[in-house]
Antibody, heavy 118, light 108 residues
Framework: QVQLQESGPGLVKPSETLSLTCAVS?????????WGWIRQPPGKGLEWIGSIYHSGSTYYNPSLKSRVTISVDTSKNQFSLKLSSVTAADTAVYYC???????????WGQGTLVTVSS | AIRMTQSPSSLSASTGDRVTITCRASQGISSYLAWYQQKPGKAPKLLIY???TLQSGVPSRFSGSGSGTDFTLTISCLQSEDFATYYCQQYYSYLPITFGQGTRLEIK
């Protein structure tokens, strides 16, 4: 059974870059599927950030595209998120997830809270 | 972007009740719709995809229906563990994928 675990700093300063990693176990990223990031500001709904295939093909939310980079490291069986020029509006719980065969999210990490504050 | 609107935003019900949550898309999305359950402090859990296909391991009291712009999630006999927030998600247009604002199901 696939398991995902987010890791990274819980506090990021405004204007800096948020960096998170999602370690995948129980499944080899190289075997297929898309892998994605979703975030949820405290007390609010879900926002799709983007997704990546093991080959490196990516799709980003147009509202975040200028600031987002998602990458994959098949040798470590993990994928990563970078979000640049963060502001307080980027404070959220960030989830990584495996994308089902047609873009539903079928397996999720537990989430990690990232706070943007000086 | 396709806008997903859920109704109601919150709902009070009792165990044993039958409840229905509605999700409306701002344009037709065929059957490219998923439903999730989220409990406080936890990640969302996939319940249904392709509008009506139950994810493996999800109890049969959950069901989904609809196509085009109007969809429903029905819980046939509420259990205590079903009190949570529910989200719909469209994946007809993946740039961007969008979620409804959520429906909070509370104990009456």
């Amino acid at each position: 059974q696939v398991q995902l675990q987010e890791s990274g700093p819980g506090l990021v300063k405004p204007s800096e870059t948020l960096s998170l990693t999602c370690a995948v176990s129980g499944y080899s990223i190289s075997s297929g599927y898309y892998w994605g990031w979703i975030r949820q500001p405290p007390g609010k709904g879900l926002e799709w950030i983007g997704s990546i295939y093991h080959s490196g093909s990516t799709y980003y939310n147009p509202s975040l595209k200028s600031r987002v980079t998602i990458s994959v490291d098949t040798s470590k069986n993990q994928f990563s998120l970078k979000l640049s020029s963060v502001t307080a509006a980027d404070t959220a719980v960030y989830y990584c997830a495996r994308v089902g065969s047609s873009s539903w999210y079928e397996a999720w990490g537990q989430g990690t809270l990232v706070t943007v504050s000086s | 972007a396709i806008r997903m609107t859920q109704s109601p935003s919150s709902l009070s019900a009792s165990t044993g009740d039958r409840v229905t949550i509605t999700c409306r898309a701002s344009q037709g999305i065929s059957s490219y719709l998923a439903w999730y359950q989220q409990k406080p402090g936890k990640a969302p859990k996939l319940l249904i995809y392709a509008a009506s296909t139950l994810q493996s391991g999800v109890p049969s009291r959950f069901s989904g229906s609809g196509s085009g712009t109007d969809f429903t999630l029905t819980i046939s006999c509420l259990q205590s563990e079903d009190f949570a927030t529910y989200y719909c998600q469209q994946y007809y247009s993946y740039l961007p994928i969008t979620f409804g604002q959520g429906t909070r199901l509370e104990i009456k």
